[in-house]
């Protein structure tokens, strides 16, 4: 059980920072910058975050082709109807 112990640490520690990185992410969806927009959709579909589609969608009609393009993959990895 001793040996258990620091894996349990770690699985948490990379949870949390998971969590944190999204809530990151999400937010940089609304930057003014498109290449922070972009980089955040595509990161946020590396991740799956489903909290992210609402978002995402809204993504899908912004001015900026690659940002639109990013939202779009985004949605298909994250597979949310």
Known sequence: ???KL???IVAIT???SCVSESAQLRRQLQSP???VRADA???LGEL???EAVPQLIALVRDTVPVVRFEAVLALG???AR
């Open 33 to 35: 910058e498109p290449e």
């Open 48 to 50: 799956r975050d489903k």
């Open 6 to 8: 620091p894996w349990i």
């Open 77 to 79: 990895r994250i597979g």
């Open 41 to 43: 959709a595509k990161r």
């Open 1 to 3: 059980m001793e040996n």
């Open 14 to 16: 990379i949870f949390f």
